[in-house]
């Protein structure tokens, strides 16, 4: 084929326009410390890589949130170990008070400390954490959630639960609303209490009370009636005979799945009465305290029976509250576990991410270099095979 | 004897003419559309002195150019491919490095936008992380609107090297008619040889023309050369029809290319050439790109919009909407025979079915419509008429005409191309960022059964009815009804709905138990909505609910960045194919210098040779008169 001179050095361009395109392109992957910098150099990684970007900084966020819920957690978790140490006190206070050696004001003694416990759970309950919110609001963390009344306290807060994303798609309560924690406290022994009537005149005490077997209660309401110091009947809602019995000092008396320890001597025609456990508020049991040991009784006679029957009951409120405060605990110490065991993930998910996009767009130096190398190489000897073959002319050799 | 003196005169001339073919040669060795020229010797006619036939020298019979119409038409055709692929990839390359791997910042503003509702999540009452939320909408916004500004940007320039190739082509086609005026002219007067120089110049012209567009050529028996541009004339004989510019029958903004030999644009027939690449790069690169970020800033919009409307601000309000966009562009063709408009809207469930196409309405005779895809005209399905009362729905987009069309009407429809250009971030106030739930639901305090109650969700943001406070009361084991309605059923976990929400009960409620669902009014520390709205980053809204937006960025990134790379592999491999076209075309039509250097040497031992025969008949000559000379003297 004829070979113009025009020719090769119209193509000679071309090929050094090619040379040094490729060149800035390695050159700007290098100073740019990555394998490709437009979508077009890699198309699919690049999708990819913004994919795994967005994944990335969705899991950091997870991580910043989880960080968030572990601080939130840990107060509530603080505040409720407060509200056990203060329960247990009340409930030495009240054991305390319940001994037959004590005195009316010795009693208003103990009603004062027990009113300083009222006041400390009310400001446990009405906990900010740093950012100024009340952690047992519910939803409505702006203003105080409890207020103390006459007989408890009012709650002004909702149910709701704030939920933080701590995966996708895995959330983790935030806290526990004032409600569930405070409010909803069964009385009793969680199933069903036992009371004595206020117009009792023995000493008849209530004690133990357990369901022996929960299939057979049936949720009812029972009245224990003794027609005799030594006979007792239990009467259904109806007024039907469940079941009677002789009574000794200290028997138990067994009926629908239920049992309910009485010792003492109840008179004739005295009552308990065996009804479904409700909730009740822990304010409202601090109060029944506070207020019973303020009523002044004498520790003898019908009336102290009364008293300490109304303590007792007391007692078991306590217990229900301090099962209650384990539970919430316990539930937030696995809220805890599920955030350290996601963080664990998440870090491991995070480096796995951070390793794709490096292979993916990380640039490889050596061989960056190298191709830069024989990029420039190819260059220097296409300039030089220019140089030399433009001196090839036969005009030169005619003289 | 005069033999001698004419048949080397004959020689010299011929022999200086061919070096001055050769000398031509070299001068023109590096001016364009110049063809190697050579001299056309033939040997003069002979003379009889009656015995033998005697040869009376050379003649030069003409001088012609080495010129293959086939190499030629080759390497047009191929450089009007190159000249397509060259402004194609001018403009996909531009985008390329203008959007790099994130377009241009957009991906990581949208994923500062996702975390920061999610930092709104974690603190629903911080005004500082709703103020964050706020500028990070802003910051999607401008994202948006810079990646768009830029493509406007292109089709811009694309408009003005429209109307430069035009003037161009005009310019050329001017050149070229006036060309075949002398040509014919000198050929008539040349006994019908042609002139080379014009003939070069024409070539040239012809080639220069085929950068900008891709033309067929015929050449007419008095030489003069006919060139046809998109099936219609650009120059018969000494006549030029003009190309001109016209605006888009939808927008009068971009250009398309008439014709002064028709009424009808001939654009569609453009496909090569400068001016080919130019509109396939709007038809193909832009506006696509465009109205696929379209597409992703409208899903980002609606979606974020329409969980706002779902809760409740810090005022105890139901949200505003967050971001606002252009609504879908919907123009009737300036061709139409009457003045019937179309609006179209993008129906709130529609993201699941939107596309960044664009669809062409046509109205057929009866009063019926038909839809076809407005890139390929493949035939689209819908729904409805296209009246107020049953709008046209085509993929998500509902579409509502002025009145009855006449047939033939044409109207484009445009769901997403100007959503990316026009999205603004319209809420100022953090504090009416709604990251709390509408609805609280919660259980009666003097309800003695296990029923617990969820906090609720809602399902339609817009039902008026939604902030109504609404009581559940158990009449019966199993049985509830809302507001003392009628009884339904009730199970223990099943969703109960009513007024836009959606609540779940389980445990076991006694009779007359109650469970309420109110405003979330106080609800100022609740989170609910900003996490839903947090997670639309990656929560599969089109396409059925399989791309989220991040999905679809990610797609974009690619999509762009696969075409951009087609276009440059596809314009390497026409370079290296235009190259060996012209190569081809130089090997017959061009100098080459060592070949002209031996030519000149031949020529000129040629003149010397032809010389000596002119002195040696000079030497006879005076031979001969010096001898008679002898004899007279």
Same mark, same amino acid.
């Given at each position: ?37 437009? @979508? ?63 005195? #009316? ?89 036992? #009371?004595?009537?206020? %117009? ?53 008396? !067994? ?94 998910q995070q480096t796995q991410l951070q390793t794709s996009i490096s292979n993916l767009q990380g640039l490889n130096y050596a061989q960056a ?31 | ?6 048949? !080397? ?17 070299? $001068? ?99 005004? %500082? ?5 706020l500028n990070q909408a802003q910051s999607v916004a401008s994202s948006f609107q810079n990646a768009s500004g830029q493509l406007n940007a ?8 429209? +109307? ?10 001017? %050149? ?29 012209? =012809?080639?220069?023309? +085929? ?47 008439? &014709? ?35 597409? =992703? ?34 123009? $009737? ?10 609006? #179209? ?15 062409? /309405? ?39 005409? +002025? ?53 609720? &969700? ?14 559940? &009361? ?19 976990? +099943? ?25 979330? &009014? ?24 399989? /791309? ?23 314009? @390497? ?25 031996? !030519? ?12 000596? %025969? ?20």
């Amino acid at each position: 084929m004829r070979i113009t001179q025009g020719t090769g050095q119209q193509q000679f361009l071309t090929a050094i326009n090619a040379l040094d395109e490729s060149i800035n392109q390695t050159q700007g992957q290098i100073s740019a410390n990555q394998s490709f910098t437009t @979508a077009s150099q890699n198309p699919i990684a690049a999708g990819e890589v913004n994919n795994y970007n967005q994944t990335l900084a969705q899991s950091q966020q997870f991580s910043t949130n989880a960080t968030g819920v572990q601080a939130n957690l840990n107060t509530e978790d603080s505040t409720l170990s407060q509200v056990q140490n203060q329960l247990n006190s009340l409930r030495s206070l009240v054991l305390e008070a319940n001994s037959g050696t004590l005195t #009316a004001s010795n009693r208003q003694a103990i009603a004062s400390q027990a009113q300083q416990i009222q006041n400390s759970l009310l400001t446990l309950a009405n906990t900010q954490n740093g950012n100024g919110e009340y952690i047992f609001a519910g939803y409505a963390v702006q203003s105080q959630p409890f207020t103390l009344t006459a007989a408890g306290a009012t709650y002004s807060g909702d149910s709701g639960v704030r939920q933080v994303e701590i995966a996708a798609g895995q959330t983790v309560a935030n806290g526990d609303s004032g409600d569930t924690v405070f409010n909803q406290i069964s009385t009793g022994n969680g199933t069903f209490t036992v #009371a004595a009537n206020s %117009a009792n005149t023995g000493t008849g005490l209530i004690g133990a009370s357990t369901v022996s077997d929960p299939t057979q209660y049936d949720g009812g309401t029972y009245t224990i009636k003794f027609t005799a110091p030594d006979t007792y009947q239990v009467l259904n809602s109806a007024n039907t005979v469940v079941s009677s019995g002789s009574y000794q000092d200290g028997t138990t008396i !067994s009926f629908d799945g239920l049992q309910v320890a009485l010792s003492g001597a109840p008179a004739t025609g005295d009552s308990f009465t065996v009804a479904p456990s409700t909730n009740q508020s822990l304010f409202s049991t601090v109060q029944n305290i506070v207020n019973v040991l303020n009523s002044g009784v004498t520790t003898t006679g019908g009336s102290s029976t009364a008293l300490n029957n109304n303590l007792a009951g007391s007692i078991n409120n306590i217990d229900q509250a301090l099962a209650q405060m384990s539970d919430v605990r316990a539930s937030v110490g696995g809220r805890l576990n599920a955030i350290t065991a996601q963080q664990s993930v998440a870090t491991t998910q995070q480096t796995q991410l951070q390793t794709s996009i490096s292979n993916l767009q990380g640039l490889n130096y050596a061989q960056a270099i190298t191709q830069l190398d024989q990029q420039n190489t190819t260059l220097q000897a296409a300039l030089q095979a220019y140089t030399m073959t433009q001196g090839l002319s036969l005009f030169k050799y005619i003289q | 004897m005069s033999d001698i003196f004419q048949i !080397s005169v004959s020689a010299l001339q011929a022999f200086q003419q061919a070096i001055n073919v050769t000398s031509n040669n070299v $001068a023109n060795a590096n001016t364009p559309g110049y063809d190697k020229e050579s001299i056309n010797l033939q040997e003069a006619l002979p003379q009889s002195n009656g015995v033998a036939t005697v040869g009376s020298g050379v003649a030069v019979e003409g001088i012609s150019r080495a010129y293959s119409q086939t190499a030629a038409n080759q390497n047009n055709a191929s450089q009007a491919s190159l000249g397509q692929l060259n402004a194609l990839q001018s403009y996909s390359s531009q985008i390329d490095n203008l959007f790099g791997t994130t377009i241009g910042g957009l991906s990581t503003a949208v994923q500062g936008y996702y975390s920061a509702w999610q930092t709104v999540a974690n603190d629903p009452t911080s005004t %500082a992380a709703r103020q964050a939320l706020l500028n990070q909408a802003q910051s999607v916004a401008s994202s948006f609107q810079n990646a768009s500004g830029q493509l406007n940007a292109l089709n811009g320039d694309i408009n003005q090297q429209i +109307s430069t190739d035009v003037q161009q082509v005009n310019s050329i086609s001017s %050149a070229i008619a006036t060309l075949n005026n002398q040509i014919t002219q000198s050929t008539a007067q040349n006994g019908g040889q042609a002139p080379n120089e014009l003939l070069d110049q024409r070539d040239q012209q =012809v080639a220069n023309l +085929s950068k900008i567009v891709g033309v067929s050529t015929t050449t007419d028996s008095n030489g003069a050369l006919n060139v046809f541009v998109g099936g219609q004339p650009l120059v018969l004989q000494g006549q030029t029809y003009q190309l001109k510019t016209v605006g888009n029958q939808y927008n009068a903004s971009q250009l398309e290319i008439g &014709t002064s030999a028709s009424t009808a644009t001939i654009s569609s027939a453009i496909t090569s050439g400068d001016l080919g690449g130019l509109l396939a790069a709007r038809n193909q690169v832009v506006n696509p790109a465009l109205s696929q970020l379209g597409q =992703v800033a409208t899903t980002l919009a609606q979606t974020a919009n329409t969980q706002q409307a779902q809760g409740l601000d810090l005022h105890g309000a139901l949200g505003t909407a967050l971001f606002s966009t252009g609504s879908p562009l919907a123009t $009737a063709s300036s061709l139409n025979s009457d003045n019937v408009t179309a609006s #179209a809207t993008i129906n709130s469930n529609g993201l699941g079915s939107l596309t960044a196409d664009s669809y062409v /309405i046509t109205a057929k005779a009866g009063g019926t419509l038909s839809v076809s895809n407005a890139s390929d005209g493949s035939s689209v399905s819908f729904t409805g008429a296209g009246t107020a009362a049953n709008p046209l729905v085509v993929n998500g987009v509902s579409i509502v005409l +002025s009145g009855t069309p006449a047939a033939g009407d044409q109207f484009l429809i445009q769901p997403t191309a100007q959503a990316a250009s026009t999205i603004k971030s319209v809420l100022s106030d953090p504090t009416k960022v709604a990251a709390a739930g509408a609805v609280i639901a919660t259980a009666g305090t003097s309800n003695t059964g296990s029923g617990q109650i969820t906090s609720g &969700t809602v399902l339609d943001g817009t039902n008026p009815n939604l902030l109504t406070p609404a009581t559940i &009361t158990f009449t019966g084991a199993n049985t509830y009804s809302i507001n003392g309605g009628a009884n339904q059923a009730y199970t223990a976990g +099943s969703n109960i709905a009513a007024n836009g929400w959606q609540v779940q009960i389980s445990g076991t409620p006694a009779v007359g138990d109650t469970f309420s669902v109110a405003s979330n &009014t106080a609800g100022t520390g609740d989170n609910r909505n900003a996490i839903i709205a947090g997670d639309q980053q990656t929560t599969g809204v089109l396409n059925s609910g399989t /791309i989220s937006v991040t999905g679809a960025l990610s797609g974009l990134i690619t999509g762009l960045g696969s075409q951009a790379q087609q276009i440059n592999t596809a314009q @390497a491999a026409q370079t290296q194919v235009a190259n060996q076209a012209q190569t081809s075309l130089q090997s017959t039509s061009g100098v080459n210098l060592d070949e002209e250097a031996a !030519s000149l040497l031949q020529w000129q031992q040629s003149y010397q040779a032809a010389a000596q %025969a002119l002195a040696i008949g000079n030497s006879l000559f005076t031979t001969l008169i010096n001898s008679v000379n002898g004899t007279f003297t």
